[in-house]
């Protein structure tokens, strides 16, 4: 390039410098013109002598540049290069004056279209447009307003997330495009000082968070309880952080409680009940809850939803999911690319679930339905109560059901033995009807919580306890053939059934019966290579950690495991951690298998029983019977050995069984470190 411009300049002053010319040397050396000359004037008129001479000069000349068989001298080479540099500079100025004002506009149309976004938005509440009673209201201008706020949700929520990602790139990045270790020295991350660096990122970033949630509300709240319940998932630093919102749950104005009923029956809340506290007794994370009057004198409850929750939810659920992969990809490109379209594809999965989890949840004709569908199935079980649901006041936004009066929380130890009852005893109760729902009924509560199951004296015998189910907004409907397959894989565990375990997995695609085995009873596989289905064990810190060592050495399997799992399985094995966190809360140590097993061991029978034959209903009856038999068994030799590892110790247990193996404190409970339970929350 540099050479085509060369030609050009010689070209353009071919007239000005003979040097240049297209002439021949000759003419060239014979010119007249002192001006023009390119050496000294010769004095020789002698032909082969001034070639001789022609020669020795253009010999002299061989360092100078050719260009088209033309000579060029170096200061005019040194003075096109000047040239190009300049025009080069030009260039570059230029273009970094127009990136500048590139720069320059971008950034200033953002803050004009955000301070624009942000005066609507406040501007719109400010005059009270929200209000359907004002005569300025408009639903084609509360639709835009609601995409203007679901805009600014949406760029705050990205915004914290990009800063979060940032601010682990400086930290754990080793690349060359990290400027933080351009002016610090890296450091050692094994390293006292490095691991204190990490854990206080985590919980800046954990603040961050929580911050965002807070502010957002809705579903975020659902989002920051749900990060708050993974112990040993999360670092504990986010854990720490975010636990408070468990318990704390934002709570919205009287007036916006009147204006959602009046939005939902066309009526004032004065024209619908006698009376209505305007101070909510409890709130949750999608609606709060008051206490009423009926117009005849019946004490309700009222449940109504924060009216943000439903106008965001959808624009709120795409950007979570939008953040989501956003955050798995930048963490991912920083500690471990391998394997991300998987997770991604499992963390849409398990988006989906949710998604359609929380939609329903919204709607309280789905709650009202599920706790009359369950009240019908648990009609049999006087211990348990669900509350009257009254549907001439209850629609998508407001559920009004009986007033429970005098309950407790489940997990209150100490008010439910000021009460008079045992907390071992309210644990099997609950165990038992949530066992029921799932292998009997097939009809389930995913979300007993503490806070959603109250205790309280029966309101027929004070000395009796009855357990109230609260919150019916999450259940799933389990297929009969799915519930019974389900009760058959939970016998043959307790059994110990290893044919029947690989049978039920191989018909739900999953490889590993096995380490399937030790998700579904959050347990792990013991040095002989089996689980104690006799007896729950609680999970301790260590456990975990080692769950983690599991997770990366068997990635493949619980990755098969989650694809293949059943949707209804997810839902059923959360279900089952938030009952296995009461047991641990109430300090009861309820055998919960045994109580599974026997109510799977129920549902089997009772779907035998349904066929018309004597024969097949003796059959069934007999079937429970073995089964009990069995299961009686199991436990006597568990209580057996129990009490011959209490007197010997288990040393002498782990001699007996002919192991040479010596257990130290410090030995993996797991072969391998490849089955551990896995807590699907």
């Known amino acids: 390039m540099l050479r085509s411009a060369f030609v050009g300049k010689l070209k353009q002053s071919s007239t000005k410098r003979s040097v240049l010319s297209n002439k021949p040397v000759k003419s060239l050396l014979t010119s007249t013109t002192p001006t023009k000359r390119l050496y000294h004037t010769s004095t020789c008129t002698n032909p082969d002598s001034l070639h001789k001479e022609h ?65 609507s938005i406040y501007s719109f509440y400010l005059f009270q447009l929200d209000d359907p009673l004002n005569q300025f209201y408009s639903e084609q201008l509360d639709h835009f307003v609601q995409y203007l706020e679901g805009t600014d949700r949406f760029i705050k929520t990205i915004s914290a997330i990009t800063v979060i990602a940032i601010d682990y790139f400086l930290l754990l990045s080793d690349s060359s495009f990290n400027p933080y270790y351009w002016f610090n020295e890296k450091v050692d991350r094994n390293s006292e000082e490095f691991l204190q660096l990490k854990k206080l990122a985590h919980l800046r970033n954990a603040e961050r968070l929580k911050v965002l949630f807070s502010e957002h509300k809705g579903i975020y709240i659902k989002y920051g309880q749900f990060f708050a319940n993974l112990s040993g998932w999360i670092p504990k630093e986010y854990v720490q952080v975010l636990s408070p919102m468990k318990d704390q749950a934002p709570r919205v104005s009287y007036e916006e409680v009147r204006k959602v009923i009046f939005q939902d029956f066309g009526k004032p809340v004065e024209e619908l009940f006698k009376e209505f506290d305007p101070t909510p007794i409890a709130s ?19 449940k109504v939803q924060y009216p943000y929750v439903q106008r965001f939810f959808h624009s709120d659920m795409n950007t979570n999911e939008l953040a989501n992969k956003l ?35 919204l709607d309280f004709h789905h709650e009202a339905n599920n706790a009359k569908t369950a009240a019908k199935n648990l009609s049999n079980r006087k211990d348990i109560y669900i509350p ?9 936004r407001v559920l009004t059901m009986e007033f429970i009066e005098g309950g407790v929380k489940s997990n209150n130890i100490k008010a439910i033995q000021e009460l008079g009852f045992d907390v071992s005893d309210i644990a099997t109760r609950i165990f038992t009807a949530s066992a029921q729902q799932v292998f009997l009924n097939g009809h389930f509560h995913a979300d007993l919580h503490s806070s959603n199951v109250f205790v309280r004296p029966h309101p027929s015998d004070s000395t009796k306890p009855q357990i109230v189910f609260l919150d019916h ?41 096995r380490l399937y085995q030790s998700i579904v009873m959050f347990q792990a596989y013991d040095q002989f290579g089996k689980i104690d289905a006799s007896v729950e064990k609680p ?32 839902f059923i094995l959360r279900c089952d951690n938030i009952l296995r966190s009461l047991n641990n809360d109430l300090g009861a140590n309820v055998n919960r298998f045994s109580i599974m097993a026997r109510m799977a061991a129920k549902g089997v029978a009772t779907t035998k029983q349904k066929a018309t034959t004597l024969y097949s209903r003796f059959m069934a009856f007999n079937s429970q019977i073995n089964f009990e ?42 072969t391998s470190s490849q089955h551990y339970a896995a807590n699907y929350n």
């Open 55 to 119: 020669r020795s000069f253009t010999t002299n000349l061989k360092v100078s540049p050719v260009v088209n068989n033309v000579t060029v001298l170096p200061e005019v080479v040194a003075n096109l290069e000047t040239s190009a540099s300049l025009i080069i500079k030009k260039i570059t100025k230029k273009l970094f004056v127009l990136l500048f004002k590139f720069i320059f506009a971008l950034v200033f149309s953002t803050v004009l279209l955000i301070s624009f976004l942000k005066a």
């Open 327 to 361: 955050s798995i990809k930048l963490y991912h490109l920083q500690e471990n690319a391998e394997n991300i379209d998987a997770l991604i594809e499992l963390n849409n999965r398990f988006n989906d679930e949710m998604k359609r989890g929380f939609f329903t949840e």
């Open 388 to 396: 009257k649901i009254y549907d001439d006041l209850t629609s998508t």
């Open 539 to 570: 999970l301790t810190e260590k456990d975990w950690e080692d769950f983690f060592k599991a997770m990366q050495i068997q990635k493949d399997a619980f990755l098969n495991i989650y694809r293949n799992m059943p949707e209804a399985m997810v």
């Open 473 to 513: 907004g999450l259940y799933l409907q389990l297929s009969d053939e799915f519930r019974t397959n389900y009760a058959k894989y939970w016998m043959s565990i307790i059994l110990g059934d290893e044919e029947e375990m690989k049978a039920y997995c191989k018909r739900l695609g999953i490889l590993d019966h």
């Open 284 to 302: 949750a994370s999608v609606a709060q809850v008051h206490r009423a009057v009926t117009l005849d004198g019946q004490v309700v409850a009222v």
């Open 629 to 670: 038999c069995r299961l009686m068994w199991i436990s006597l030799k568990t209580w057996v050995l129990t009490q011959f590892i209490k007197v010997f110790g288990y040393e002498r247990f782990i001699k007996k069984q002919e192991k040479t193996v010596k257990i130290e404190q410090d030995v993996d409970i797991m």
